[in-house]
């Protein structure tokens, strides 16, 4: 079963730029999605294949994937960006979806 | 608008039987295809299967296949997940969440979560 790594935590001081990664084995031939989920709220998909943003989505959230690493980088992070990320790809071998982890960002 | 409501929280005893729903309302609910996710307390997201309503197509993860039951009745665009004895650790979160026209595209709308606890 294909496996997702993503850091437990990431600190970030107000106003500069965030990198969460998401680990996976050549996890750059797979399409990556990310979601934010805030304290007591379901999860929203921030970034989407790859890179693309849903509408309302701010421009300040980008993502990429190449090789054996994807991530998702917030800039210009504020108080209200900290909650829980989760990537999660489609493993065709098995034919169901994968999470990973989860990573709490916490703004200083 | 599209909205998935799912249903209200549930305080079960081991070894009794449950049945959870999400309807979908504000798009054709027969063309889109209905994952679950379960979030235990203080855990993260864990994917348990996806059902495509048109044609009740479905496909479970590895951890929760022969433990629980995915649905769907498309007659009234509601999509179930279902227990047949429920232990204390499915206490959970439980989200429903639409994902697009084919099962590789990512959930773009969910449901606002039904919170089960199972305790004796």
């Known amino acids: 079963s294909y496996v997702l790594t993503q850091p437990p935590s990431v600190s970030v001081a107000p106003g500069k730029t965030a990198r969460i990664t998401c680990g996976g084995n050549n996890i750059g031939s797979k399409s990556v999605h990310w979601y934010q989920q805030k304290p007591g709220q379901a999860p929203v998909l921030v970034i989407y294949y790859d890179n693309d943003r849903p509408s309302g989505i701010p421009e300040r959230f980008s993502g990429s994937n190449s090789g054996n690493t994807a991530t998702l980088t917030i800039s210009r992070v504020g108080a209200g960006d900290e909650a829980d990320y989760y990537c999660q790809v489609w493993d065709s071998s098995s034919d169901h979806w994968v999470f990973g982890g989860g990573t709490k960002l916490t703004v200083l | 608008e599209v909205q998935l409501v799912q249903s209200g929280a549930e305080v079960k005893k081991p070894g009794e039987s449950l049945k959870i729903s999400c309807k979908g309302s504000?798009?054709?609910?027969?063309?889109?295809?209905i994952g679950w996710v379960r979030q235990m307390p203080g855990k993260g997201l864990e994917w348990m299967g996806i059902?495509?309503?048109?044609?009740?197509?479905?496909r479970y993860s590895p951890s929760f296949q022969g433990q629980v039951t995915i649905s769907a009745d498309k007659s009234i665009s509601t999509a179930y997940l279902q227990w047949s004895s429920l232990k204390a650790s499915d206490t959970a979160m439980y989200y429903c969440?639409?994902?697009?026209?084919?099962?590789?595209?990512?959930?773009?709308?969910w449901g606002q979560g039904t919170l089960v606890t199972v305790s004796s």
């Open positions: 969440a639409r994902h697009g026209t084919t099962v590789t595209n990512p959930a773009d709308y």
């Open positions: 059902i495509y309503p048109g044609d009740s197509d479905t």
């Open positions: 504000g798009y054709t609910f027969t063309n889109y295809w």
